[in-house]
């Protein structure tokens, strides 16, 4: 039993890591553009599909082809930026709409890119350690470890850079970023380079565990929501603390109950947050 | 009404013609065939697009293939003429609406004389359109039959009843296993053929080791899943009808938490993939039901498919290996079926292929001779069941162990499947 | 003239709120707008440091026209807006909040000096450097957005409402601030809706009724002036 | 924003004509486009029950679900406990009605993108309930024979309402009945409120408003609507399951509203009946099903890069310039952008 709760909390860890990244990229992008990005579960799939192309196809190392589709995810946020987000930066539902479209487009490209069937993505390494009873693949511990320093870094760099302090400030008042003479599009660029790559790593990192389709990102992308909203939609310290929890509770559910329940579970953990807290664990009251 | 209906009906046309030139320039109306020879079009009505495509488009695509063979050997003979086969595709999107829409344009505007369809979601859409024009539909899943659709045929892929040949394989090869245990995605494909499952270690003498799983259709980590499934340490993990996504991950996380016994399955998908990424040794003497079509015992003479090595062979060739799975051949062999029944008949009409098709209960399944059954499992005789392959991983290869025969299971074993069916709320009366 | 405001109009959805007004400032001391609530006064500030465009008009600073540019490209000229309601970042720390007010700036050593400046002129500031900014009282708040404000190194300082919900003490604190920025050679634009403490500190003073200036002249004489008296000084 | 409530001759010939292209269309058509028509106009009563939950500011992702609890309610209501089908889609819409006062008082606890999200859960959660309970809602399956609107036989005269051109009659009728009563809703004094709950938040509930109240009431009217679209829905496919009423259904609501535009109450029927006929016969009949969700993305975000107010705005426009003013009038983007 005490393997089995250990083995429990390694699964939990794991789904927590990958989900962690997809939400933080999903608030910094809606704190930033004021954007709720329908189509990041499709930069999910992107990064996905981004190791096929370049781990199974080209045959890169893994991960210089998880750096290459952190960049090539990254851009996608920035051509998603100019192309869409910045003409609608007044109309944020027009952004929304807009962002399904983008999505309806990745995912046919995919499907016409590399077929319908999901794809294969050979084994990165078959190791494992062994704690007890219970075991942590080396795969699933790359994603855990890609999480931790992927947002150590980002935490650096909202905490102690220039540009990081830019972007805070935009995601609180973008008006008074302004006077500050910050630039508003710059920002949004970097924001969005940044919010798209996580997704984007996300997708890399788990492309060995997952076998990529055109249509995995839909499943993450009503899970992010959940997240943000029990974390509190501007807050990415709350994002992440969110993620943790809601992974632990959605994988224990699963694990002594069944998935259906758990995700019935995570939803009323959601809307409990919401009644009680209505702006979220971490999140300040929306302003006016 | 008849007649009334057949005056507006050339009416109607004209106006249709008329407003569709005016109205709609760029909306192509269906293309009227004036070519020479006689043409017979057959629907294709299924996903095309989004999440279930992966359930419809490879079955287009092996029937352009099928289509494209019969029609360079100068069509099919009916009545002493040669017709050619079209195919008609509208993607339905899995919709219940769309495939209305789309079985109004294949019967009335397109011409077909038969609709072959995935099922499941659309069927009820175009259940009463099929009745009231006397369309004769084929569904992979038969858990659309009821008494009431006489017109409906279940004609390739008896869904999940075949797997009671893998278990009782199972059972006579290796009687050291004792417990099982089963999971299943929480839907209309998993609940059946948990069912199944359930009736088939029944009757082989094996006991669950605990209760079914049942995960939400949406899962992406499978570790728990696994987790939970291995810790009574059973004999036998069976994987159902899992879908090709789930299967992999599952397979690999038994791997990974270092299950030692037998695995049994509905489908495996991409099995070589599976073996790269656990081992040859893990994979070896898993079983499941879908062959390979470049194996050779296909070749036996009392296998209807036409060619499959062949055509196997064709559809790597033309949509690559990735994209092959089993409704890449299961459309197609429902083809076969549907023209060697036309043929027998001399006509194209439904009615008359229905009938024919059905003579004697008797017809030409994929995998040999079969009986039409099914009445007291969905109220109608119109699944047809015969036998079915056990496959084997042998080496990291799938191979086809045996043909076992369904209804000699049936014969024994019969009220076990009706009770578990019962259970699980799956008989054709129990049914909202 | 350090800024000219020519014939500005400005409208929001359809809706005129500002009808043609025109003011100079010189570059020194401080020019104050008074008026009541949705007179424009605040638009006024908000078309000069480029968060509202004007569909007319002209505005000229340091001798270039500056009404086309993006918001960030004039604090870039130098001229900083302490807008109203303050708006400081509420999750970003006291100091931090100061040193986005650089963000634009390249000299180091001059921004490590002006930052203790700042400290030095706001002692409570200095105690609170670390914490949230969201966690300060009004007046504090106040104080963060002047610094930030100052941290840009302006040639040219818009205050709106600096007074607005502070207490008694702190108004006057605030005035203090006010004079002592200007005496340092930062001209200011000071909005106020407390039109005697403006015209107590400012040199000139501009009148805005419904979107146009309806009395302007030396501070001193607007204090005398009937109307104004009668409207705005409650006597 | 009031529009003008007199119509004018001109507006007297327009609403002839419209009149008999309504009556005409589904003579028009080939017989597949009829089934679309059934499907289109009862998609209209969705989008245009839906703008008016929009009125009050907050945007709702649970309108498809509340379509479905009218569709399930109506269904049951039918096949189980045997009432006549159209009293059992007037109980399905108020089934839909009733859960939606039910869930007004977790959902307008919140506002914004929290209410968006939590309507979302709300509805994600009722939906799952149907897809988990086999008993009665019949789990992912869903209910099948449902029964049908039943046949009109006056022995001169005889209406089978399968026919797609029977029932679309039948479905106009309500429609239009159902938009009259929104419309109605919009103009009175109630729809006033809302609209100054929009813009005015603060300030009406200074000046005693209880923006809960008119925020709730506008979620029940719109879904009592709703469940009256998902009520004709199931009685014409005769089946409802889960998928039926998910996220992507939602989404599409969503974006035929918003193509459309909603400062009139005609600018989401504009979105609906423009993307259907686009996607459903243009791009169908152009025989690229793989490419289809592509291209119909394409058009999404040209649409909506070009018509930011959305299709509503080129009406604005020509009415505008029939009238011989010089500038549009078309509303900022704020109107559309309503957070």
């Given at each position: 039993m005490p393997d089995f709760l250990l083995q429990t909390v390694f699964n939990a860890s794991y789904a927590a890591s990958y989900m962690a990244l997809i939400a933080v990229g999903l608030v910094l992008i809606f704190g930033v553009m004021g954007v709720i990005n329908f189509a990041h579960g499709e930069l999910?799939?992107?990064?996905?599909?981004?190791?096929?192309?370049?781990?199974?196809?080209?045959?890169?190392?893994?991960?210089?082809?998880?750096?290459?589709?952190?960049?090539?995810?990254?851009?996608?946020?920035?051509?998603?930026?100019?192309?869409?987000?910045?003409?609608?930066?007044?109309?944020?539902?027009?952004?929304?709409?807009?962002?399904?479209?983008?999505?309806?487009?990745?995912?046919?490209?995919?499907?016409?890119?590399?077929?319908?069937?999901?794809?294969?993505?050979?084994?990165?390494?078959?190791?494992?350690?062994?704690?007890?009873?219970?075991?942590?693949?080396?795969?699933?511990?790359?994603?855990?470890?890609?999480?931790?320093?992927?947002?150590?870094?980002?935490?650096?760099?909202?905490?102690?850079?220039?540009?990081?302090?830019?972007?805070?400030?935009?995601?609180?008042?973008?008006?008074?970023?302004?006077?500050?003479?910050?630039?508003?599009?710059?920002?949004?660029?970097?924001?969005?380079?940044?919010?798209?790559?996580?997704?984007?790593?996300?997708?890399?990192?788990?492309a060995p565990l997952v076998a990529p389709s055109p249509y995995m990102g839909h499943s993450v992308i009503v899970t992010a929501f959940i997240i943000i909203i029990v974390g509190g939609i501007g807050s990415l310290e709350g994002a992440v603390v969110a993620a943790v929890l809601y992974a632990f509770v959605h994988t224990f559910v699963t694990t002594f109950y069944d998935g259906v329940i758990a995700n019935i579970v995570g939803l009323l953990l959601m809307l409990a947050v919401l009644v009680v807290k209505p702006q979220g664990l971490f999140g300040v009251r929306e302003r006016a | 009404?008849?007649?009334?209906?057949?005056?507006?009906?050339?009416?109607?046309?004209?106006?249709?013609?008329?407003?569709?030139?005016?109205?709609?320039?760029?909306?192509?109306?269906?293309?009227?065939?004036?070519?020479?020879?006689?043409?017979?079009?057959?629907?294709?009505?299924?996903?095309?697009?989004?999440?279930?495509?992966?359930?419809?488009?490879?079955?287009?695509?092996?029937?352009?293939?099928?289509a494209d063979w019969v029609n360079e050997a100068g069509g099919i003979e009916i009545g002493g003429k040669p017709y050619k086969v079209e195919?008609?595709?509208?993607?339905?999107?899995?919709?219940?609406?769309?495939?209305?829409?789309?079985?109004?344009?294949?019967?009335?505007?397109?011409?077909?004389?038969?609709?072959?369809?995935?099922?499941?979601?659309?069927?009820?859409?175009?259940?009463?359109?099929?009745?009231?024009?006397?369309?004769?539909?084929?569904?992979?899943?038969?858990?659309?039959?009821?008494?009431?659709?006489?017109t409906l045929i279940a004609p390739c892929e008896v869904h999940p009843i075949y797997n009671v040949t893998g278990v009782d394989w199972l059972?006579?090869?290796?009687?050291?296993?004792?417990?099982?245990?089963?999971?299943?995605?929480?839907?209309?494909?998993?609940?059946?053929?948990?069912?199944?499952?359930?009736?088939?270690?029944?009757?082989?003498?094996?006991?669950?080791?605990?209760?079914?799983?049942?995960?939400?259709?949406?899962?992406?980590?499978?570790?728990?899943?696994?987790?939970?499934?291995?810790?009574?340490?059973?004999?036998?993990?069976?994987?159902?009808?899992?879908?090709?996504?789930?299967?992999?991950?599952?397979?690999?996380?038994?791997?990974?938490?270092?299950?030692?016994?037998?695995?049994?399955s509905c489908t495996l998908d991409f099995y070589?993939?599976?073996?790269?990424?656990?081992?040859?040794?893990?994979?070896?003497?898993?079983?499941?039901?879908?062959?390979?079509?470049?194996?050779?015992?296909?070749?036996?003479?009392?296998?209807?498919?036409?060619?499959?090595?062949?055509?196997?062979?064709?559809?790597?060739?033309?949509?690559?290996?990735?994209?092959?799975?089993?409704?890449?051949?299961?459309?197609?062999?429902?083809?076969?079926?549907?023209?060697?029944?036309?043929?027998?008949?001399?006509?194209?009409?439904?009615?008359?292929v229905l009938v024919a098709m059905k003579e004697g209960g008797k017809g030409k399944h994929a995998f040999g001779d079969a009986r039409w059954w099914g009445k007291e499992l969905f109220g109608i005789d119109n699944a047809l069941v015969g036998d079915w392959p056990v496959v084997v991983i042998r080496d990291g290869k799938a191979t086809i162990a045996e043909f076992r025969s369904i209804p000699d299971w049936w014969d024994k074993n019969g009220q076990l499947l009706v009770k578990h069916m019962t259970d699980l709320g799956q008989m054709w009366n129990q049914r909202t | 003239m350090l800024l000219e405001v020519r014939n500005l109009h400005v409208h929001y959805n359809k809706v005129a709120a500002l009808k043609g007004v025109s003011l100079q400032v010189p570059s020194g001391g401080i020019v104050t707008i008074i008026g009541a609530n949705g007179a424009g006064k605040s638009t006024t500030l908000r078309s000069i440091s480029g968060l509202t465009k004007p569909s007319k008009g002209e505005i000229h600073f340091d001798g270039q026209r500056i009404d086309n540019l993006p918001a960030e490209k004039i604090v870039a000229r130098g001229i900083a807006h302490v807008p109203e309601g303050?708006?400081?970042?509420?999750?970003?720390?006291?100091?931090?909040?100061?040193?986005?007010?650089?963000?634009?700036?390249?000299?180091?050593?001059?921004?490590?000096?002006?930052?203790?400046?700042?400290?030095?002129?706001?002692?409570?500031?200095?105690?609170?450097?670390?914490?949230?900014a969201r966690t300060l009282s009004g007046g504090e708040q106040q104080m963060v957005a002047i610094g930030r404000a100052l941290m840009s190194g302006p040639k040219l300082l818009l205050l709106d409402e600096p007074s607005m919900g502070l207490s008694p003490v702190m108004v006057q604190e605030m005035a203090r601030i006010v004079s002592d920025i200007a005496e340092r050679g930062v001209p200011v634009v000071l909005v106020e809706q407390n039109a005697g403490l403006a015209l107590k500190l400012a040199s000139y003073a501009y009148v805005l009724e419904i979107g146009t200036v309806a009395v302007e002249g030396k501070a001193s004489d607007l204090q005398t002036n009937d109307h104004v008296r009668r409207a705005y000084l409650g006597a | 924003m009031p529009e003008k409530t007199s119509i004018g001759g001109a507006g007297l010939i327009g609403i002839?004509?419209?009149?008999?292209?309504?009556?005409?269309?589904?003579?028009?058509?080939?017989?597949?486009?009829?089934?679309?028509?059934?499907?289109?106009?009862?998609?209209?009563?969705?989008?245009?029950?839906?703008?008016?939950?929009?009125?009050?500011?907050?945007?709702?992702?649970?309108?498809?679900?509340?379509?479905?609890?009218?569709?399930?309610?109506?269904?049951?209501?039918a096949k189980s406990f045997g009432f006549p089908v159209p009293l059992a889609m007037i109980a399905g819409a108020i089934t839909a009605g009733l859960i939606a006062t039910l869930l007004s008082f977790p959902l307008f606890r919140m506002k914004g993108f929290y209410f968006l999200i939590g309507s979302f859960a709300a509805g994600e959660i009722l939906r799952l309930i149907w897809k988990r309970f086999t008993d009665?809602?019949?789990?992912?399956?869903?209910?099948?024979?449902?029964?049908?609107?039943?046949?009109?036989?006056?022995?001169?005269?005889?209406?089978?309402?399968?026919?797609?051109?029977?029932?679309?009659?039948?479905?106009?009728?309500?429609?239009?009945?159902?938009?009259?009563?929104?419309?109605r809703v919009e103009k009175s004094r109630i729809g006033l409120t809302f609209h100054a709950i929009h813009w005015q938040d603060k300030l009406s509930e200074s000046v005693g408003v209880d923006a809960f109240r008119y925020r709730m009431l506008a979620f029940v009217i719109a879904s009592f609507f709703a469940g009256l679209a998902g009520a004709l829905y199931a009685h014409y496919l005769s089946t409802v399951n889960p998928n039926q009423f998910d996220v992507n259904t939602m989404v599409y609501v969503l974006i035929w509203t918003i193509v459309g535009g909603t400062s009139r109450w005609y600018g989401p029927i504009l979105g609906v009946v423009a993307l259907t006929i686009v996607d459903e016969v243009i791009l169908r009949s152009i025989g690229v099903d793989q490419v289809r969700p592509l291209l119909y993305g394409l058009i999404l975000i040209l649409a909506i890069l070009f018509l930011p107010n959305g299709l509503e705005s080129l009406v604005i426009k020509a009415r505008d310039a029939l009238r011989g003013r010089g500038g549009a009038n078309v509303p900022n983007g704020e109107a559309v952008a309503r957070k």
């Open positions: 999910y799939m992107a990064g996905a599909y981004a190791i096929v192309f370049f781990y199974v196809w080209s045959g890169l190392p893994f991960f210089v082809a998880v750096a290459l589709g952190l960049v090539f995810v990254g851009c996608l946020g920035i051509l998603m930026e100019l192309t869409l987000f910045r003409p609608l930066r007044t109309n944020p539902l027009g952004g929304l709409i807009a962002s399904i479209g983008f999505l309806l487009i990745l995912q046919t490209l995919a499907v016409l890119g590399f077929g319908l069937r999901n794809q294969n993505v050979p084994p990165v390494s078959q190791g494992r350690i062994t704690v007890g009873g219970a075991f942590l693949t080396y795969e699933r511990l790359y994603v855990i470890i890609a999480t931790v320093g992927l947002l150590t870094a980002l935490y650096f760099f909202l905490r102690k850079s220039k540009f990081g302090w830019a972007l805070r400030a935009c995601a609180q008042d973008r008006e008074a970023a302004a006077l500050q003479g910050i630039s508003i599009n710059q920002t949004a660029r970097y924001a969005m380079f940044i919010g798209a790559a996580l997704a984007g790593v996300a997708g890399a990192m788990t | 009404m008849k007649s009334a209906s057949s005056i507006s009906l050339t009416r109607r046309s004209l106006l249709t013609g008329a407003a569709s030139a005016a109205l709609l320039p760029l909306v192509g109306m269906p293309k009227a065939s004036f070519a020479q020879e006689n043409v017979v079009k057959v629907g294709f009505l299924a996903p095309l697009t989004g999440p279930v495509a992966a359930w419809g488009k490879p079955g287009l695509d092996g029937c352009k293939i099928w195919l008609a595709s509208y993607d339905d999107e899995d919709d219940a609406g769309k495939a209305r829409t789309g079985a109004t344009q294949l019967i009335r505007e397109n011409d077909v004389k038969f609709i072959m369809m995935l099922g499941g979601n659309s069927w009820p859409g175009v259940e009463e359109i099929a009745a009231r024009q006397g369309m004769m539909v084929s569904t992979l899943l038969p858990s659309d039959l009821t008494p009431d659709t006489t059972a006579a090869n290796h009687p050291d296993l004792k417990t099982a245990v089963v999971c299943a995605q929480d839907d209309a494909l998993g609940k059946p053929s948990v069912a199944t499952y359930l009736a088939a270690f029944e009757a082989a003498g094996i006991t669950m080791a605990s209760p079914p799983l049942f995960f939400d259709p949406a899962t992406t980590d499978f570790a728990p899943v696994m987790t939970q499934l291995l810790a009574n340490n059973p004999d036998i993990l069976c994987l159902d009808t899992c879908y090709a996504d789930y299967v992999q991950p599952l397979c690999e996380q038994a791997f990974q938490q270092g299950y030692k016994g037998k695995i049994i070589q993939r599976i073996v790269e990424r656990t081992s040859k040794e893990f994979m070896e003497g898993v079983i499941f039901q879908f062959p390979d079509f470049d194996d050779k015992a296909l070749n036996d003479p009392r296998i209807n498919f036409k060619k499959p090595n062949e055509f196997f062979a064709e559809y790597v060739k033309r949509y690559g290996a990735t994209e092959w799975s089993a409704v890449s051949w299961e459309y197609s062999s429902i083809l076969d079926l549907w023209a060697d029944a036309a043929q027998r008949a001399g006509s194209v009409e439904p009615a008359d | 303050r708006r400081i970042f509420p999750d970003l720390t006291v100091e931090e909040n100061l040193r986005i007010g650089a963000f634009l700036r390249t000299d180091k050593a001059k921004i490590e000096s002006d930052i203790e400046d700042i400290f030095q002129r706001f002692p409570r500031l200095k105690e609170r450097r670390t914490q949230w | 002839l004509i419209l009149a008999v292209v309504l009556i005409a269309v589904p003579h028009l058509v080939s017989f597949s486009q009829q089934e679309l028509l059934v499907l289109l106009t009862i998609n209209v009563l969705v989008v245009v029950s839906y703008r008016l939950q929009t009125l009050t500011g907050e945007w709702s992702l649970a309108h498809v679900v509340m379509m479905g609890a009218g569709a399930y309610g109506s269904a049951l209501f009665p809602f019949g789990g992912p399956k869903g209910i099948q024979r449902i029964p049908g609107f039943p046949e009109i036989d006056l022995g001169f005269i005889h209406i089978d309402f399968y026919d797609p051109a029977n029932y679309y009659y039948l479905v106009l009728v309500v429609v239009l009945v159902s938009l009259w009563v929104l419309y």
